[in-house]
T-cell receptor, first 114, second 119 residues
Framework: NAGVTQTPKFQVLKTGQSMTLQCAQD?????MYWYRQDPGMGLRLIYY???????DKGEVPNGYNVSRLNKREFSLRLESAAPSQTSVYFC?????????????FGEGSWLTVV | AQSVAQPEDQVNVAEGNPLTVKCTYS??????LFWYVQYPNRGLQFLLK??????LVKGSYGFEAEFNKSQTSFHLKKPSALVSDSALYFC?????????????????FGRGTQLTVWP
């Protein structure tokens, strides 16, 4: 039962470097999401993809880009990393967007920007 | 505007005692309400949700939550706490009104409550 798989688990970047977080789900879900988690702030939505071929900004999209590669995969790219992007990143998916659909999360990617 | 409040950053209970983790919400329409649990260095795991119907919702690991519309609350409860229940708990809400004319129906999370169950 893989569910939502994201890589890498841990990453240290220098300011200005770029990197891509990969995410894949095997639940045949239509909607996928990227969240960041910071202490005392809960989870904040960065970008989401309601269905294959569409992406939209969430609450905190600045400094990030996303690609919905196919129905299974949704990647998050940091073009020029900044210390403020030090965080834990979670990929998630749901069968459909909105209503009572449950969102299922990956195990997280711990990113440190120095 | 939609929002979720978890008024307690930390809750400490003795093993075997009942536990309650509080959550209140604010939405324009009717709410969809969720509880998630996060163990150290892990992702969020879904516990239970309220969509409609019976106000008492039962979920995983013996947890339950009661929807109270008049108090706009959705408190998480368990009759007898276990040390293994120690974790970070998140309440989340989605506004049914946000599903109309919107493509998101965004899920709003509280800041989390750290539950510690001591032996």
């Amino acid at each position: 039962n893989a569910g939502v798989t994201q890589t890498p688990k841990f990453q240290v970047l220098k300011t200005g470097q770029s990197m891509t977080l990969q995410c894949a789900q095997d639940m045949n879900h239509n909607s996928m999401y990227w969240y960041r988690q910071d202490p005392g702030m809960g989870l904040r939505l960065i970008y989401y993809s309601a269905s294959e071929g569409t992406t939209d900004k969430g609450e905190v999209p600045n400094g990030y880009n996303v690609s919905r590669l196919n129905k299974r995969e949704f990647s998050l790219r940091l073009e020029s990393a900044a210390p403020s992007q030090t965080s834990v990143y979670f990929c998630a998916s749901s069968a459909l967007q909105g209503k009572g659909n449950t969102i299922y999360f990956g195990e997280g990617s711990w990113l440190t920007v120095v | 505007a939609q929002s979720v409040a978890q008024p307690e950053d930390q809750v400490n209970v003795a093993e075997g005692n009942p536990l309650t983790v509080k959550c209140t919400y604010s939405v324009s329409g009717n709410p969809y309400l969720f509880w998630y649990v996060q163990y150290p260095n892990r992702g969020l795991q879904f516990l239970l949700k309220y969509i409609t119907g019976d106000n008492l919702v039962k979920g995983s690991y013996g947890f339950e939550a009661e929807f109270n519309k008049s108090q706009t609350s959705f408190h998480l409860k368990k009759p007898s706490a276990l040390v293994s229940d120690s974790a970070l708990y998140f309440c989340a809400v989605r506004d049914t009104e946000a599903d109309r004319g919107s493509t998101l129906g965004r899920l709003y999370f509280g800041r989390g409550t750290q539950l510690t169950v001591w032996p």
